[in-house]
């Protein structure tokens, strides 16, 4: 049979290979995780690894028989697990429950102790679908071109799960025997793939999914029965409704604005009364893809950045910067946008045309264009201040519509709420510098973790909390906004690099 010998760090293995398949096809089927942001269409340059001391783009070669592949390292970095903690109290149940949140990027478990209810474990991973596409878009479309390609995704991500779950037990010196319950929060893509429930429906309006898991879904892990975070909507999944619930802003009086961002730009404004929300598509800027040196937020990305006469920055793991994640790419951009290499159209400026300051930072691209160049490696391209431009434009946007909706403005807020990974690193002064997020004093600006972990830990601890998420999923109104009116110009008047007025 003809084989591919395959490098990873000191990992050294075989894989059959074809004449047919793809080398990312192929590391797929072996469960090797390579990032792919554009599901392995040639268009992002993510998966490019050395075969045969060359390098190639995994998504575009086809091996032969004795060839040489050569993996980057397994990514590592810090993946957000804390949450607002549920206070531990005995349960009067023995045995453990788990919580995880399913997210498109990572993947978190925390394993409850049942007599205590205190955390007994907590481990995460990169999801392991990166191969497929860094969005939920890539991911569904992957499952309409693909023969077998829902059982292959969904395979792939309980795989992960179930290893997690094995080694949270492992950690806490636990059996499977003992786990009572899991109960999964993940937007509504992510919970339908892993149930292995058709996506298809959510490809095209009106963008209604097969189900919203206000109905129990028969499903068990190790054994265990898993209950999952029922969702507001196609596009606003089990991970808001987790959120708003472990938050407590579905029991506050008052207008929160709720934010979720990632590759798709979850967000809830309202309060006990109830919420309306929508979702806008980010694409993968955010999380570092479509961006020339972007990458996730791991050792060598770049997650914050800083000028005070020079460049400061933050590496995570503490070694040479190899790229920027998305709360480096804002801060740098926000830092452009200051100091007048970036204009208000979201132009990037060549040498001539910026302050002499930093003119030494800055060469030509072919089409007249500024090339900003933070070190030796990593540098900004026109190209991905555009990418960033439409993200954050479309999060400003649906902001603004949201707000209309509710007939109020910025300056009526009681407060803001930013969930998840990119919520915790992303500095709110860079955000509203590129016109992203409102303005606002910083007593009404939060940042609240991995709220997702956090409203799926409540019903791990305590069942009956169901039916307050079920409730608080019910009482979301969802505003579609592809074909609005309000919306596209909204879009279009975000799409400058001013601040958001408090108007």
């Given at each position: ?12 293995f ?33 998966c ?12 575009r070669?086809?091996p ?10 397994a ?38 102790d ?37 059982s ?42 892993f ?10 309006a ?13 499903d ?128 990037l ?155």
């Amino acid at each position: 049979m003809s084989s591919i010998r395959v490098i990873r760090g000191g990992d050294v293995f075989r894989i059959p290979c074809n004449e047919t398949d793809t080398l990312l096809a192929l590391l797929r089927r072996a469960g090797c995780t390579l990032p792919a942001a554009c599901g392995g269409h040639g268009r992002c340059g993510k998966c490019r690894v050395s075969v045969n001391g060359v390098p190639r783009l995994a998504c575009r070669v086809v091996p032969e028989d004795g060839d040489e592949v050569i993996l980057p390292p397994a990514a590592g970095g810090r993946i957000l697990t804390e949450t607002l903690d549920p206070p531990p109290a005995p349960t009067g149940e023995s045995g453990c429950a788990a919580a995880v949140d399913l997210g498109t990027t990572t993947v978190a478990v925390r394993l409850y102790d049942l007599t205590t209810g205190r955390v007994a474990a907590a481990c995460a991973g990169w999801n392991a679908q990166a191969a497929y596409g860094a969005d939920v878009i890539s991911r569904i479309q992957y499952t309409r071109e693909q023969p077998d390609s829902l059982s292959a995704l969904s395979g792939c991500i309980r795989a992960q799960v179930e290893s997690l779950l094995t080694q949270a037990l492992t950690q806490a010196g636990r059996e499977a025997r003992e786990l009572k319950r899991v109960v999964l929060a993940g937007n509504t893509v992510m919970q339908l793939l892993f149930a292995g429930i058709s996506v298809e429906s959510l490809a095209a309006a009106p963008f209604q999914a097969e189900t919203l898991f206000r109905q129990p879904v028969q499903d068990t892990l190790l054994g265990a029965p898993v209950h999952y975070l029922p969702c507001a909507a196609g596009y606003v999944g089990g991970d808001i409704t987790a959120g708003l619930l472990a938050s407590g802003l579905a029991d506050r009086a008052g207008r929160f604005l709720y934010l979720d961002i990632g590759t798709n730009g979850e967000m809830a404004l309202g309060g006990r009364d109830g919420f309306v929300c929508c979702a806008v598509a980010c694409g993968p800027a955010f999380e570092g893809a479509g961006v020339t040196c972007g990458m996730m937020g791991v050792d060598g990305a770049v997650s914050r950045v800083r000028y005070n006469g020079k460049f400061e920055m933050n590496v995570i793991g503490g070694g040479e910067a190899t790229g920027l994640c998305g709360s480096g790419l804002i801060d740098l951009a926000a830092i452009l946008v200051r100091q007048g290499v970036i204009d208000e159209a979201g132009r990037l400026l060549p040498p001539e045309e910026v302050p002499e300051r930093m003119r030494a930072f800055l060469t030509r691209d072919e089409n007249g264009n500024g090339v900003f160049h933070l070190t030796d490696r990593v540098y900004l391209t026109a190209g991905d201040v555009r990418s960033l431009q439409l993200a954050k434009a479309a999060v400003a946007a649906g902001v603004q519509v949201l707000l209309a909706q509710q007939g109020i403005t910025l300056a009526e807020l009681d407060g803001v709420y930013l969930a998840g990974g990119f919520g915790v690193y992303l500095d709110p002064a860079s955000a509203a510098a590129i016109g992203m997020l409102p303005q606002l004093p910083a007593g009404r600006l939060h940042s609240i973790g991995n709220a997702s972990l956090a409203g799926a830990s409540m019903l791990a601890l305590d069942g009956s909390r169901a039916a307050d998420a079920l409730q608080t999923a019910e009482r979301c109104r969802y505003i579609e906004l592809s074909g609005r009116a309000d919306f596209a110009d909204a879009f279009t008047g975000g799409m400058t690099y001013e601040p958001v007025t408090r108007r």
